[in-house]
């Protein structure tokens, strides 16, 4: 369990996020206090993506110490990405609760929810796309499906299914 901690920021990065932007809605009085709300959460927030990177670069670093498998990064790789399901669909609740609540700023919401769904699935897509590196390397088979597999790992929504075909693939090889 001890070699997992590293992942978890990158784990909980995108409910953090959810927790700080639905903490507007919750907290009476925020609307006095949006601006200042808004930059704790950005530093919070920005706090732990960092945190996260710097966690999956150490694991990804001891993984390859370790001499562990393409098998046991995809798995991780699956596995946190499914437990990410739940904030993704709270994010895409929230985004279009804000799109709709600030008419004004709904263009800026929409992009600053897209830009943390980018980076939350670029944390995990890493993981993802160096098991398939390695699992080419171990095996020597490299084709476009491999490939297009890898790029998948960077693409929201298809990121999952990735996850998961990459897995049962490298299990099987």
Not at 32 to 48: A, E, G, N, Q
């Amino acid at each position: 369990m001890k070699k997992y901690f590293s992942l978890f920021f990158a784990f909980l990065f995108p409910y953090i996020f959810v927790f700080a932007m639905s903490g507007f809605f919750i907290i009476d009085g925020m609307a006095k206090h949006f601006l200042t709300y808004m930059l704790v959460s950005f530093i919070v927030i920005l706090f732990c993506f960092v945190l996260g990177l710097t966690g999956v670069v150490y694991y990804l670093v001891s993984a390859k110490r370790s001499s562990a498998g393409a098998l046991r990064l995809a798995k991780v790789n699956m596995i946190i990405k499914l437990a990410q399901i739940p904030a993704f669909i709270s994010l895409f609740i929230l985004a279009i609760i804000y799109a709709i609540g600030l008419f004004h700023a709904a263009i800026l919401a929409v992009i600053v929810f897209a830009a943390i769904d980018f980076l939350a699935v670029l944390l995990t897509g890493t993981i993802g796309a160096v098991a398939i590196i390695i699992n080419c390397k171990e095996k020597k088979v490299l084709n476009i499906g491999t490939v297009i597999l890898g790029v998948c790992q960077f693409v929201f929504c298809v990121d999952v299914v990735a996850a998961i075909v990459a897995y049962k693939r490298i299990k099987r090889t």
